[in-house]
Each structure stands twice: as structure tokens, then as C-alpha cells.
């Protein structure tokens, strides 16, 4: 702490006009920043803003296009991993990497074991270990399995891992997205007590809360760009979200509350195989936007792709339009009048080698066929000429092959997939994940707009500001749990972490 | 076309290169032969360019060959089926086998590698067991079937040339082939599952009865193959006939732009394929290349036809990228 005002002068790190390019998108755009020892300084951005490429970059697991790096003042080379880890940067991914079949110590020394004559010194890195582990607050021997601890544990070892390697600069990527509310306690005083010791620690994080609770500093990404930064005094919620988007709130989410139709869509005590203990029941109806909020692993995609037909359900019924159906595939589910934009666009809502035409037309095209399962070329292509026109798609041509599409094109395309299909009931997944600002306001706007004319919208999203931008209502998950649902009016950041995170109302001591 | 344009070239280049130093190659009698041979082993290649489209493998193909193969004239001539009966009987086993195949692939969740390995020991076995290893044949009987492998068309305006028949019944499937693979919403599926299965399952499409339809029309025209290559041999040894020939069928694929990652592929660029690995074998007796070293130069070949595609498919995403990038920036 006393040291900090020296070292101001120079920061501990200086990142200089980073660009990356991707196929299709420029990640980064001339990104700058710095980091000063002991500091925590808090990036934050949408959905793709370039937050991750830019710690990547930070963490030698990317490599910039362009752009200087300084530690210390000096200037050095672009980092591989082992030059970063050498520098003492270590990046806490979002998803996990432990091996869960080996136990604490093991995970914490893997691939730079300590041997004696080639065999692993396993009495050194369980002495190690244990002391790493006090230092992170964790009672539990290093002779534990890995994969018998919960996530918030988990995520201690891999903080433990990187003092172990004498991490001065500790990146951590949304660190609390699949922790409770204790266990992100946990890590916040782990956190300071790092920050006391001098160690500088750079946080990503959606929640805005969080941030301002911990961040020193805040430097707000943009569509790959510089937005802004924020000193500790002038930290605010609005102040954040305005620089994350733009311009103001109410002008980014363009809710307009609409009378609720009759009821379309009614799930009855369904149980999902992956949360077969509990037990969900809700109605959506149309005219309606529901959000469904919670924490990473809630079982939110779980259910989603239950009542897609993609997992068959456990027990409990599926209406639509007051009519039980019995969903065993996803054409059974199209057929009923479902559609799902899924979660991981890439993986399983486009086929990334094909053209926007032949994605366009993957779900319709069986409707439109001629005699011998022909395609109807023509219906096809007049097909995707209108979605590319009422979607605002940017691509050269309907032949362009989708991969070379920029995110949010490429989630326009699946949206047209499925409208195409006249859903009365569209379930979107994290529609706006990996999407730059300008596409995400135009889905926001299309949601709207469909749900005016009548369709029932049911969406998972991680990011609260969209949940609380744009639904009518919302149902909130905790561990495969329905814990609770919020109208538009009682809505809000801490009613709904308190549900996502398993706590009822009453038991919240203030 | 663009695509099947590379190994055309390669191919006009060997034949060019082979015609230069031996004036027989172009004569009618081998071409006639380098035709027949192509015909017969382009209808095997096209089976598995289906099953390599879909992001499958079949090993079997050379085993279904022998099994059908030795199994027609053993029905034909020592157990006195009739035509019609013995080709329906041979015809049901192969498809049964791609059935077969198709639903441990689905269903069990197999892997197409292991499923096809054990096929290739398993078909040869029993048609070796039926056998008893006895040499097939049909004398000098069944003259009107054989016309189906060693017939030829006189061709008009030609002199001296006559069109072997195995190439119009290669045609014919090339032909429905290429149909269902570019105009039928089979075909688009089948490209959609080898490129993004899952996506293709979210999407509503029934992935495993595409996937099973693959390894049925593979097994399918392996079984035509089977029958082509016992009228035209006439002398059926189950240990030898067919053997490798699912490797020169997947190389075929392979030279003819098919993906081994699944999801693409054209029939045309397959059947030049399968002529290339024929011509290939005909310039090396041709050129008098020890014939010793004939497996050497075809793996070759295969690998820098291969080679070039791949670096001509990188430069053209990048090229492709850069592209896009001046044109986001402006």
C-alpha cells in the first residue's frame, strides 16, 4: 500500500494500441491501457467488446496484429505464454482448466513438476501447495481430488496456481459468473488481501455491482475499442453502462410494455436430465418477452434445449396452444411452432462452411420442397433475399460463405432461419452473445417488433442489463431450480442475483 | 468446377506426359481398358464420396466387393439362381450391410473407423467360409450378364474405338448421384451433417437417417462394384478380388475434393479422381516404371495433389480475409 504512489510514476504494465484482427471482425481496434502495481483495475465491456482477445493477447495465448507492450517502462517483444508466465502474468480463465481426475497439488504444479533425476518430487509440491492454499483462504489438503470440489473452490485453486508461480499481474475473466453470493465473498476478500500484498489484479466482470465494489479503476471496452476510462470516484452504474453502450439506458433497450395475449406455451412440472431433482412449470404468452436469468450452470440451456427436442425431458408436459405435445426430436418441435436460436452459434447454430443462403433456408427448406425432395431453389433464394433486407444483414451476396460474416451477421442469420420457419414461440439463447453493440440494439428492436405482432419470446441471457432492459417478465434459475419469477416492476440487479443465487427474500440480511 | 479444375489438369498432364513417351497409350485398345477400369472403381468411389461427405469413413468396401462378388457366380453356377433372383439376393445383402453399418454408427454411437475395419474382416471371412476359397467363375455361360462389364459400344464417327459399357452405367449413377448430392434436400443435409452435425440437429434435420442413407448407397454401389468386377474377371479368387479397393476408392474421393473433415465434395471431381489413380497405374506399365515402385508413385501423386490443395485453400481464406478486412475498414 505505501509503495503505491511511487510507482504511479511507471506503471507495472503499459499496453499500447493493440489491434487484432479476426476473419470477419476486428476484435481489437487500437486498444490501450495501463496497470499499476497493486491495483485492481476492473475492463468492462458487452458481449463481445474485445475484452477476452485483449487478456488473451495479455496472456501470450493470442497474438496481436499490431501494438507495444511495456512492463515496468521497458518495452517488450509480444508474449508467448511462457514469456508472460516469466513476467509473472497469469490469466484466470472463464472456463476452468483443472484436470478434475487429479488432485489440488498435482493441478497446481502441472507441467513444470519439481523432479529429482526425472521423478516428480511429490513432498515439495504438497508442501508448496498447502502454503498457496492458505494464502487464498482454502482449508482443504492438497491431496484432494480436484473434481470432488465446488466451482467457487476450484476457481481458488486456480488462483493458488498462479501465486505459485509468482504472479505479480493476475487476469481473472469473469470470475463470479458461476459462483454463489458467499462463494463470491469469498473471492472478493481473497482479492483485497492479494491487492495488500501488492500483486495487481485485472478484473472483467458483467456485474456491475461487483465492480464497483472492488475496482480501483475502470477502462470500458467498446465494439473493440477504447470507450473510456473511469476513476474510483466517478464509478457509477449509469455512469458504466452509458460508456458500455454509448448513449443512454432508456434509448438502448427500446422496451415497450405490451398487453399480454392468451397463453401459448405452458410447461407443466418439467423435470430436465440434467436437473432431474426439480421440478419447472411457467407460461409464456403472446405478445410476451421473458427473460430467464441465473448464473452459469443454473441449467438454463438445459432447458431450453428440453423444450427444443434437442434432450428428451425426464417427465411433465409441453403445451402449445393448449395442446400437449410430445417433443422427441427438434422437428417435433418446429412442427409444434417452436424455434431456438441456440447458445453457441457457431457450433450449433450455423453450418460455418456453407453460404448465408444455404444456412438461410436449413429449417424451411424441407417445407419447400418440390416432388423427390428437390430444392426449391427459387423460393430459396427470394427467401433470403428478404430476411437479408428485413434483417439488415451486411454480406456482399447470398452465396458468402457465413464464417466470413462479422457476429452479429452471422446471429441475423440464424434469426432468419427461424423466421422463415413463422415460429409461435421463438427461444433465444444468449441472443446477443459475441454480437457488436450496433447488431445487439437491432435484435433488441426485433424482438420487440415480433413480439408486438403477436409471438411469444422466451430468452436466456447472462448479461442483466439485457434481462432488465427488454423483458416483460422474468424467471430466474438457480441450480436446475425455477427459484422465482419478477414482474417489470419488481425487477431489478439485486432481486434477481438474490434468486439466481439461491436465496430466498427473507433469508437476505441487509 | 473451380474446385474439380486442379486435378484435371493433373490428369491431362500424366496422360499428356504418357502419351508423349508411348505412343499406345492413346490407342483404342487401352483406352478401352483405362475406361472400363475407371467406370468400374468410379462407382465404388462415388459410393464412398457419400459416406466421406457426411463426415464418415467405410473400410469395408473392398470386402462387399469380394462377398458380393464371389457370392454371384457361386449362386449363379453352383446353385442354379436365376438372374434376377441371384442379383436381387446380392443386391439386398449389400444394402442390408450399409443398413447395418449405418445403424451401429447412429444409433450405438460407433465409430465409422472401427465399425468398417470390422466390416472389411468380417464380409471377406464369410465369403471365403461360403466358398471354401474355391475359385468363382461363370465359363463361358451368362454371356448377356457379362455384357454388362465387357461390353462395347461402337461409336459413330469414331473408328476403332467402342465405348465400354461399365462407362454408361457409371454415368447414369454419376448423373442421379450428383443430382441428389446438388438439387435434393438429402444432398444439402448430407453436406450440412459432415460440415456441423449438431447444427444440423438443431436445425430439425433427422441427422441419423441421412447418415444411415449414406452407408447404405455406400455399401449399395459397392455391391454394383462387386458384381461389375466378378462379370468382368470371371475368374473370382475370394482371398484376392477386391482387396485395397476401398483405398483406392476413398484416394479417388480424396483426389476429388471430397473432405476427410466431411461436408464437401462433388461427384465429377470423383470420378476424375477414380481415372487418375487408373491412369496413374497405366502410365507407370507404360513408361516401364518397375512395376515394383507402383504404390510408391500413387502415394506420391495422392499426397501432392493433397498438399497443393490445402495450400491453395489456406491462401484463399486468407486472401478472403484480408478482403473482408479492407472492407469493414472502409
Known amino acids: ?510 | 468446377m473451380k474446385k474439380v479444375l486442379g486435378i484435371l489438369i493433373l490428369l491431362i498432364v500424366v496422360c499428356f506426359v504418357t502419351a508423349v513417351s508411348n505412343e499406345n497409350f492413346f490407342s483404342a485398345y487401352n483406352m478401352q481398358n483405362v475406361i472400363r477400369l475407371t467406370s468400374l472403381f468410379g462407382i465404388i468411389s462415388i459410393g464412398v464420396a457419400f459416406v466421406i461427405i457426411s463426415g464418415g469413413i467405410d473400410l469395408s468396401i473392398g470386402s462387399v466387393i469380394c462377398l458380393v462378388g464371389s457370392l454371384l457366380p457361386y449362386l449363379l453356377v453352383e446353385h442354379g439362381f436365376s438372374v434376377p433372383a441371384a442379383l436381387l439376393l446380392v443386391g439386398t445383402i449389400s444394402i442390408a450391410i450399409g443398413l447395418f453399418h449405418g445403424l451401429l454408427i447412429t444409433k450405438l454411437k460407433l465409430q465409422p473407423f472401427v465399425v468398417t475395419l470390422c466390416g472389411l474382416l468380417i464380409y471377406r471371412g464369410i465369403a471365403r467360409g461360403i466358398t471354401q476359397d474355391e475359385t468363382q467363375g461363370f465359363g463361358t455361360a451368362y454371356k448377356g450378364l457379362r455384357y454388362l462389364a465387357t461390353g462395347k459400344i461402337d461409336l459413330p464417327f469414331i473408328e476403332g474405338f467402342k465405348l465400354p459399357v461399365p462407362f454408361l452405367i457409371m454415368l447414369g449413377l454419376a448423373i442421379v448421384a450428383a443430382f441428389f448430392l446438388n438439387k435434393t434436400i438429402f444432398g444439402r443435409y448430407l453436406k450440412a451433417i459432415g460440415n456441423n452435425e449438431a447444427a444440423a440437429r438443431y436445425s430439425g434435420i433427422k441427422t441419423d437417417r441421412v447418415v444411415i442413407m449414406s452407408y447404405v448407397i455406400c455399401s449399395f454401389l459397392a455391391g454394383v462394384g462387386g458384381v461389375l468386377f466378378a462379370l468382368d474377371i470371371n475368374s473370382v479368387q475370394p482371398e484376392g478380388i477386391g482387396n485395397f479397393y476401398e483405398l483406392y476408392a476413398i484416394a479417388a474421393a480424396v483426389l476429388g475434393g471430397c473432405s476427410i473433415r466431411g461436408g464437401e465434395g462433388s461427384i465429377l471431381g470423383v470420378v476424375i479422381g477414380a481415372a487418375l489413380m487408373r491412369v496413374l497405374r497405366n502410365s507407370i506399365t507404360m513408361l516401364g516404371i518397375p512395376s515394383q515402385l507402383e504404390f510408391a508413385i500413387i502415394g506420391v501423386v495422392i499426397l501432392i495433389g493433397v498438399i497443393t490443395d490445402e495450400l491453395v485453400k489456406r491462401y484463399a481464406i486468407q486472401r478472403r480475409a484480408t478482403q473482408q478486412a479492407k472492407q469493414n475498414a472502409e
Request: proline share 3%; aromatic share 2%.
Open chain 1, 1 to 510: 500500500m505505501s509503495n503505491s504512489n511511487l510507482t504511479h510514476s511507471t506503471p507495472l504494465l503499459e499496453v499500447q494500441n493493440i489491434t487484432k484482427q479476426f476473419p470477419g471482425v476486428k476484435a481489437l481496434n487500437r486498444v490501450s491501457l495501463t496497470l499499476n502495481k497493486g491495483e485492481v483495475l476492473a475492463v468492462i465491456g458487452e458481449n463481445g467488446a474485445g475484452k477476452s482477445t485483449l487478456m488473451k493477447i495479455l496472456a501470450g495465448v493470442q497474438t496481436p496484429d499490431s501494438g507495444t507492450l511495456l512492463i515496468n517502462g521497458n518495452k517488450v517483444p509480444i508474449l508467448n505464454v511462457e514469456e508472460a508466465l516469466n513476467h509473472g502474468i497469469a490469466l484466470i480463465h472463464q472456463e476452468l482448466n483443472l484436470s478434475e481426475n487429479l488432485d489440488i497439488a498435482a493441478n497446481i504444479y502441472l507441467g513444470r513438476e519439481p523432479t529429482t533425476c526425472g521423478i516428480i518430487n511429490q513432498k515439495q509440491t504438497y508442501i508448496e501447495s498447502e502454503k498457496h492454499l492458505k494464502q487464498v483462504g482454502l482449508k482443504l489438503s492438497p491431496h484432494t481430488l480436484v473434481g470432488n470440489l465446488t466451482v467457487g473452490q476450484q476457481q481458488m485453486v486456480e488462483i493458488a496456481k498462479a501465486l505459485s508461480i509468482k504472479a505479480r499481474i493476475l487476469i481473472m475473466d469473469e470470475p463470479t459468473s458461476s459462483l454463489s453470493l458467499h462463494e463470491s465473498e469469498a473471492l472478493f476478500s481473497v482479492i483485497r488481501e492479494l491487492k495488500a500484498q501488492g500483486v495487481s489484479i485485472i478484473y472483467i466482470s458483467h456485474r456491475l455491482g461487483e465492480v464497483n465494489e472492488l475496482a480501483d479503476r475502470v477502462v470500458v471496452l467498446r465494439d473493440g475499442e477504447n470507450a473510456g476510462d473511469l476513476d474510483r470516484d466517478s464509478i457509477s452504474h449509469d455512469q458504466m453502462v452509458q460508456m458500455m453502450v454509448g448513449r443512454a439506458v432508456s434509448q438502448f433497450f427500446p422496451h415497450t410494455s405490451h398487453e399480454p395475449g392468451e397463453v401459448v406455451l405452458e410447461v407443466k412440472h418439467l423435470r430436465t436430465p440434467a436437473n432431474p431433482k426439480h421440478q419447472i412449470s411457467f407460461a409464456l404468452k403472446r405478445n410476451e418477452i421473458v427473460g430467464i436469468s441465473g448464473l452459469v450452470g443454473a441449467g438454463r440451456t438445459e432447458l431450453m434445449q428440453v423444450l427444443f427436442g434437442i434432450d428428451a425431458l425426464r417427465s411433465g408436459s409441453i403445451s402449445v396452444n393448449g395442446q400437449q405435445i410430445h417433443i422427441q426430436s427438434s422437428k417435433d418441435a418446429i412442427k409444434a411452432g417452436l424455434a431456438l436460436v441456440p447458445e453457441d452459434r457457431k457450433l450449433q447454430g450455423l453450418i460455418l462452411e456453407m453460404a448465408v443462403r444455404e444456412n438461410m433456408s436449413l429449417a424451411s427448406v424441407s417445407r419447400d420442397q418440390g416432388p423427390l425432395g428437390i430444392i426449391n431453389f427459387l423460393k430459396e433464394r427470394n427467401l433470403t433475399a428478404e430476411m437479408i433486407s428485413a434483417l439488415n444483414i451486411k454480406t456482399p451476396n447470398d452465396r458468402q460463405i457465413v464464417q466470413f460474416l462479422s457476429g452479429g451477421n452471422q446471429q441475423k442469420v440464424v434469426l432468419g432461419k427461424w423466421l422463415a420457419m413463422h415460429p409461435a414461440v421463438l427461444l433465444l439463447d444468449e441472443p446477443t452473445r459475441g454480437v457488436d453493440v450496433g447488431a445487439k440494439e437491432e435484435i433488441y428492436h426485433l424482438m420487440v417488433e415480433l413480439a408486438s405482432k403477436g409471438m411469444a419470446i422466451l430468452f436466456v441471457s447472462s448479461d442483466l442489463e439485457e434481462i432488465l432492459g427488454i423483458s416483460d417478465r422474468v424467471l430466474v434459475m438457480h441450480e436446475g431450480q425455477l427459484t422465482g419469477e419478477l414482474s417489470r416492476e419488481d425487477m431489478s440487479e439485486e432481486a434477481i442475483m438474490q434468486l439466481a443465487t439461491g436465496q430466498t427474500h427473507k433469508t437476505v440480511v441487509t
